[in-house]
């Protein structure tokens, strides 16, 4: 079955750059999602299609997807991003894969 | 406004049988599937299965199959979960959401979550 791997842990002083990457095998010929969750509540979707932000998510916000990695770039992270991240791909039409999730802390 | 409300939280016993809901509004309830999203205490997100209302098209994750059945009752725009056997391994958050088209698009609107505890 597909997997797609998270570092556990990102850690980043306000105001700076955060990179988290998603690792899988040829992921880059994939879309992949990201979705941020804070403590208690729903997933929200801050990227899709690779890059795509929807309405209403910051710009401080990005990703790219190439190869076996895609990375979710937060620009001028600030307390409230704080929590924890995962990407998502499909396997087929069928199997919705989740990475294992990435706590971000600031 | 697109909302995805689901049903209470749940405490069974093991052996039981469960039915969970997501009842949609919003939008055309027939034109985006459906996922079921269980998270297990402390952990990830994980993909039960999938429906697409207009068809019921049912699609499961392996690690389900034969755990669960995914249905929809479209003159209610509703979308259910259901156990036959409930193990205490079941005992999760279960959340809906919402995605227009398979391998393209993500899951761009999520229920309030079903807490499901299972136990003697």
Sequence with gaps: SYELTQPPSVSVSPGQTATITCSGDKLGDKYTSW????SGQSPVVVIFQDSERPSGIPERFSGSNSGNTATLT????QALDEGEYYCQAWDGD???????????TV | EVQLVQSGAEVRNPGESLRISCKASGYTFTNYWIAWVRQLPGKGLECVGII?????DTRYSQSFLGQVSISVDKSANTA?????????SDSAMY?????????IH??????QGTL????S
């Design chain 2, 95 to 103: 959340y809906c959401a919402r995605f227009r088209q398979t391998e």
């Design chain 2, 106 to 111: 993500p899951f761009e609107n999520w229920g």
């Design chain 1, 94 to 104: 069928t199997d919705v894969v989740f990475g294992g999730g990435t706590k971000l």
């Design chain 1, 74 to 77: 937060i620009s001028g992270t």
């Design chain 2, 116 to 119: 499901v505890t299972v136990s």
């Design chain 1, 35 to 38: 979705y941020y969750q804070k």
């Design chain 2, 52 to 56: 697409y209302p207009l068809d019921s």
């Design chain 2, 80 to 88: 259910y979960l259901q156990w036959t056997n409930l193990k205490a």
